[in-house]
């Protein structure tokens, strides 16, 4: 970003595999613009090279040896904010994808992708833009066109999915008596749940649970206070 007319595109390839790091390199060194600097083959070397090369570019793999692709790209965002990372592997599960978006990834390609999406990654990334493979691109509209219940479970990536739908009811304001007919679960079975959900979220009552999930957008459609003292320092 913001080099010289006619500078090259510096980049990393982080990558174990060595016969397709191979032909990644031949695809770049082909390329005019675009200046293979650096290769690795661990999660650790990519974030050393990453520090001391300082490329414009590093195309990252997920699945590497030492430290993962995902916290590799945490470390060399974190350090250097100015470093594109393009994510290149085979994995197009949304934990994967979103993973890698939550460490700082500009852009997400499968291997499959054909060489000339690669090259447009490359740029895209180092202009600063986010780019995704087809593929990926498809999964991306799913998820974000899905009910807004299921997208806000990313909000607490602790809590289970029951946990998460018990703290969806206590921020409509319901009792544990009709959170437990709600979701066909005993009172006891509900305290439980509330007590879990209290101790990953690092609050100490009921109240401080609203204002965490109402903050996150849970709760907000239903304002009819339920029977039940949800406030109550006693009713957990």
Same mark, same amino acid.
């Given at each position: ?174 009792? =544990? ?14 305290? =439980? ?5 209290? =101790? ?37």
């Amino acid at each position: 970003m913001g080099r010289e007319s006619g500078e090259a595109v510096r980049v990393v390839i982080a990558e174990d595999h060595p016969v397709f790091r191979d032909g990644l390199r031949a695809l770049l060194t082909s390329i005019p613009g675009t200046e293979v600097v650096g290769e690795a083959t661990t999660g650790v070397e990519a974030v050393e090279l990453a520090l001391t090369l300082q490329p414009d570019v590093v195309v990252m793999d997920l699945h590497l040896p030492e430290l993962d692709g995902v916290n590799a790209t945490r470390q060399i965002v974190s350090t250097s904010p100015h470093i594109g990372v393009l994510v290149l592997t085979m994995f197009d599960d949304d934990d994967s994808v979103f993973a890698a978006m939550r460490a700082g990834a500009r852009g997400y390609l499968l291997k499959g992708d054909d060489q000339e999406e690669i090259h447009r990654a490359i740029l895209a990334v180092d202009n600063g833009d986010a780019i995704f493979g087809p593929a990926i691109a498809n999964r991306l509209m799913e998820y974000f066109s899905a009910p807004r219940a299921e997208v806000l479970l990313e909000t607490f990536p602790g809590l289970t999915e029951r946990e998460h739908q018990v703290l969806q009811l206590i921020a409509q304001l319901h009792s =544990n008596a009709v959170i437990a007919t709600e979701l066909g679960i005993s009172a006891k079975t509900v305290r =439980n749940h509330i007590s879990n959900i209290f =101790n990953k979220l690092q609050v100490s009552d009921r109240a401080q649970a609203i204002v965490l999930a109402r903050e996150a957008g849970l709760g907000v459609q239903s304002e009819q206070r339920a029977p039940g003292n949800w406030a109550g320092g006693h009713q957990q």
